[in-house]
């Protein structure tokens, strides 16, 4: 699919057939295109639990306040990261360039990062959603849909993921083949009242 109609075709789907499973091919490639999304200083601290056992969905459904998607969909992703990861062998980030500029990177990394808890917390949810929005693409131009969720309890789905303590949840997103199409647009403000000019007025 042409990068442009998927942008546009791309909704949120509510209801999937839970018939129509995603191949293993698929998926494969969907996530080969997810882990080319950008991270600040190459850090790709987002982490995903691929739910596939029927009791954990379950589980994870409870957590979700019982929306249908959570079980229908072929495939469903919880999008986390470790707010740690700029800490945690950083050189491994930078292991295609020569020794010099790594050094440099590291120590520009770990400068930037230490001792900003917030930043650290703001980075991996940045990362999280560039990351979700390169998998709802690529679903979507494998032929299938997605619903990106942020409509649970985080503790409990923290506790049914075993979600480590440095690491936080971005979003929930199932994968899978619409039983039902995604609603009218609810209406898109137009692009002057969103876009500024060097400044806001």
């Known amino acids: 699919m042409e990068l442009f109609t998927a942008i546009e075709q791309r909704r949120a789907v509510k209801h999937f057939d839970s018939g129509e499973q995603m191949s293993e091919r698929d998926f494969q490639k969907m996530m080969e295109a997810v882990l080319l999304s950008p991270t600040s200083y190459n850090i790709q601290h987002w982490r995903f639990v691929r739910v596939s056992n029927a009791e954990v ?3 994870v459904g ?38 010099k500029a790594q050094g440099v990177l590291v120590d520009m990394l770990a400068s930037f990062y ?12 940045r990362s999280c959603g560039m990351a979700a929005q390169t998998l709802m ?11 990106p969720m942020i409509g649970f309890d985080a503790g409990q789905l923290a506790e049914v993921i075993n979600l480590p303590q440095d690491h936080v949840i971005g979003m929930i997103i199932a994968i899978g083949k619409a039983a039902k199409p995604a609603g009218v647009r609810g209406g898109q403000l137009a692009i002057h009242q969103v876009l500024m000019q060097n400044h806001f007025v």
């Open 62 to 99: 409870e957590a979700a306040w019982g929306q249908p998607q959570v079980t229908e969909a072929s495939e469903l992703l919880v999008l986390c990261a470790d707010t740690q990861a700029w800490a945690k062998q950083p050189e491994r980030y930078w292991q295609n360039v020569d020794a």
């Open 114 to 125: 230490h001792g900003k808890d917030q930043l650290q917390r703001d980075e991996a949810m």
């Open 57 to 59: 969905r379950e589980q």
């Open 137 to 147: 693409l690529a679903a979507k131009g494998l032929g299938y849909d997605t619903c």
